[in-house]
Nanobody, 122 residues
Framework: QVQLVESGGGLVQAGGSLRLSCVASGRTFSMYNMGWFRQAPGKERDFVGAISTSGATYYADSLKGRFTISRDNAKKTVYLQMNSLKPEDTAVYYC????????????????WGQGTQVTVSS
C-alpha cells in the first residue's frame, strides 16, 4: 500500500512557475513508476507526465519543454516543475503510482493522492 500526498499548489500569474511535490509513504517508493495528471473543472483527467523507477521520463506532447518531472527516492518524493504557466494549466494536479508501467493511462495507476489546486491568473 502506498499513500501519496501532494503539495505546492497555489495561485500564480501567467508566465510564472510552481513546483509540486508528492510524498509517498511506505518503504517501496523506489519500485513504483510515478505519474502526474491534472483535471480542470468539467473536463477529464489528463496525463501530464511520468517517471519510471530508473528515472526515465515521459510527457504529454503539449507540455514538453515547460514541465519537468524528477524524483528523489531517498525522500520518497516526486516533483513536478512547471514553468511558463498559462491560464489553461489551471487544474487540480494529482500524483499516482503503479508498479508495472510507465504509462499515460490513468487506469493503470494503483494509488492516487488527493490532489493540489493550481490556479494561473491571466
Amino acid at each position: 500500500q502506498v499513500q501519496l500526498v501532494e503539495s505546492g499548489g497555489g495561485l500564480v500569474q501567467a508566465g510564472g512557475s510552481l513546483r509540486l511535490s508528492c510524498v509517498a509513504s511506505g518503504r517501496t517508493f523506489s519500485m513504483y513508476n510515478m505519474g502526474w495528471f491534472r483535471q480542470a473543472p468539467g473536463k477529464e483527467r489528463d496525463f501530464v507526465g511520468a517517471i519510471s523507477t530508473s528515472g526515465a521520463t515521459y510527457y504529454a506532447d503539449s507540455l514538453k519543454g515547460r514541465f519537468t518531472i524528477s524524483r528523489d527516492n531517498a525522500k520518497k518524493t516526486v516533483y513536478l516543475q512547471m514553468n511558463s504557466l498559462k491560464p489553461e494549466d489551471t487544474a487540480v494536479y494529482y500524483c499516482a503510482a503503479n508498479r508495472l508501467f510507465l504509462t499515460s493511462s490513468h487506469s493503470q495507476y494503483e494509488f492516487w493522492g488527493q490532489g493540489t489546486q493550481v490556479t494561473v491568473s491571466s
